[in-house]
């Protein structure tokens, strides 16, 4: 269970924040809605969000009619660090790793691949990066890059290790750091899509793609996603619908009401609204581009990482999930309904309630938890039908009493009803 400082820490999130934080936890997709004239200002308040509450790095992305594939893919990656030479990563704490590889004594490429085997040395872009920087200058070893190929790699993989004092510089294979190789291109750990649902066919597709490969292929190699990954789609309310199986993928929706305002950007006295921006370009920030603002929440990944696992754990009584299955049934037979409750929206539903639990510091899943992740889960899902669809109509309805008893009729409205039918148990 979360402690309980954790615990108050996620009550002072505000409903944005929630939404986000609930997408990263459950490792899915969230769709943002608001008012046309307050998009751009959605869009940067999010960033501040990701950046200050979960400092992870993230770019975005502004699509149109006009927007190409290639500037779609090449907008999903990390810009380079013009110091380094690489992505821009995480803060990461180098205790263990100075630790770590202060403990080696490697005497060949071949023992460096025994440790790889046996799981004691990891290669990843953070420890790159790590290493290159402050244990550079704070350990008394020395820093070269080692090329390894064979079995322990699916293709010759070239890091930088760090070299306790007395290793036998008789290795094959080494160069020094002045041909440090630039990082290979990655994809950021959240991915603000803007007005995606306008971009052309192809390109929500790759979208969908990359959301159930976590995988992404440019002209040169594939990129794969981080675990962490998540795509955030913001586009202004009653626009145009996502591609049909895109949108079976977003895991929640959420609408950001005007008078909820944006605390984080009103904070942040540096990020001004440009209404001057071109809807047509790519804007690319990384999570470390802008310092911290106001006294905003933070979550650590150890914090982010315990939220996870509570909820896996959280138990669903026999009641509660009779009350769940019976809400997806009354959805499906309701006379307002045409479609979008397939399977998949099941799996998110019942997700969604287990993950609300630990941020109420709970360890089961009450009704109520039920009936907010319906309202979250189902929204952009919905599919409402038009009176001559109704099924009255093949036992003899009337057509214009048909049309007023479906007017007025939203998604929203479809739920509540719902809700209100369904025995809550006790």
């Known amino acids: 269970m979360p402690t309980s400082e954790l615990v108050q820490r996620v009550e002072e999130l505000d409903d944005l924040e929630l939404a986000l934080l609930l997408g990263v936890l459950a490792h899915e997709h969230c769709l943002i809605e608001t008012e046309d004239e307050a998009l751009d200002s959605l869009q940067q308040e999010l960033q501040l969000i990701v950046s200050n509450l979960t400092s992870r790095t993230h770019v975005v992305i502004g699509c149109n009619p006009d927007t190409t594939l290639d500037e779609f893919i090449n907008g999903l990656l990390l810009e380079a660090d013009p110091v380094k030479g690489s992505a821009a990563t995480n803060d990461v704490d180098t205790t263990d790793l100075i630790e770590l590889f202060s403990s080696l004594r490697v005497k060949s490429t071949a023992g460096l691949a025994a440790l790889i085997d046996s799981g004691y040395l990891i290669f990843s872009s953070n420890i790159r990066q790590i290493l290159f920087g402050p244990l550079a200058q704070n350990c ?3 820093l070269i890059f080692v090329t390894l190929s064979g079995p322990c790699a699916r293709r010759p993989v070239r890091e930088l290790v760090y ?5 036998d510089e008789n290795v094959a294979d080494v160069t020094r750091p002045s041909d440090i190789p630039s990082q290979e291109p990655r994809i950021a750990d959240v991915v603000i899509l803007k007005n995606l649902n306008l971009a052309s066919y192809d390109i929500q597709i790759q979208a969908l793609e990359l959301i159930r490969t976590k995988r992404m292929f440019t002209h040169t190699t594939v990129v794969t996603a981080p675990k962490t990954f998540c795509m955030v789609v913001i586009q202004p309310t009653a626009s145009a619908r996502l591609n049909k199986h895109l949108n079976d993928h977003i895991f929640l929706s959420h609408y950001h009401d005007l008078e909820d305002g944006f605390p984080n950007l009103e904070n942040a006295s540096d990020w001004i609204e440009d209404d001057r921006s071109s809807t047509s370009s790519i804007v690319r920030k990384s999570a470390l581009s802008k310092p911290k603002q106001g006294p905003g929440i933070t979550l650590s990944e150890l914090d982010i990482q315990h939220l996870t696992q509570a909820a896996r754990t959280v138990t669903v009584t026999a009641e509660v999930e009779c009350y769940l299955q019976n809400i997806v049934a009354f959805l499906r037979m309701h006379r307002a309904v045409d479609g979008g409750m397939n399977p998949r929206a099941t799996k998110y539903f019942k997700t969604l309630a287990t993950c609300l639990a630990p941020l109420h510091g709970l360890d089961y899943v009450t009704p109520s938890l039920v009936a907010i ?12 039908t038009t009176a001559e669809r109704d099924r009255s109509l093949q036992y003899g309805s009337d057509l214009a009493a048909v049309r007023a008893a479906l007017e007025g009729m939203t998604p929203e409205s479809v739920i509540e009803d719902v809700l209100a039918a369904v025995e809550t148990p006790l």
């Open 163 to 167: 070299l306790a004092p007395g290793f």
């Open 373 to 384: 992740a319906a309202r979250k889960i189902y929204p952009h899902r919905i599919i409402l």
């Open 140 to 142: 008394d070893g020395r």
